[in-house]
């Protein structure tokens, strides 16, 4: 069974950190691309950061560039979205999806579309 699972949400201050994370199982993520992706209430989803397979090439959207970092550790069959300097406006459910047949990061994170996998979703709260 293929599945996806987020975790690492929560709630933090500004100015705070933290690691998401994308494990899948039934399928070896090295071989699909993986985007994560966020939607905050009344706003349509965006897509935050992408790595493709093979030369693993990374996309990171203009609102969040250099503050996080998308990765992958393929012996652990996970995806990492670190998340550094957290703004109030990063607030959002944040979703990873995979896919086998994508191998741009630029047709995942920025023309969008419904990908084969996508997991539960992982809440991430920005407030003081």
């Known amino acids: 069974q293929v599945q996806l699972v987020e975790s690492g949400g929560g709630l933090v201050q500004p100015g705070g950190s933290l690691r998401l994370s994308c494990a899948a199982s039934?399928?070896?993520?090295?071989?699909?691309?993986i985007g994560w992706f966020r939607q905050a209430p009344g706003k349509e989803r965006e897509g935050v950061s992408c790595i493709s397979k093979g030369d693993g090439s990374t996309y990171i959207a203009d609102s969040v560039k250099g503050r996080f970092t998308i990765f992958r550790d393929n012996a652990k069959n996970t995806v990492y979205l670190q998340m550094n300097s957290l703004k109030t406006e990063d607030t959002a459910v944040y979703y990873c999806?995979?896919?086998?047949?994508?191998?741009?990061?630029?047709?995942?994170?920025?023309?969008?579309?419904?990908?084969?996998?996508w997991g539960q979703g992982t809440q991430v709260t920005v407030s003081s």
């Open positions: 999806a995979a896919d086998y047949w994508v191998t741009t990061v630029q047709e995942m994170c920025v023309w969008g579309g419904d990908f084969g996998s």
């Open positions: 039934g399928f070896t993520l090295d071989y699909y691309t």
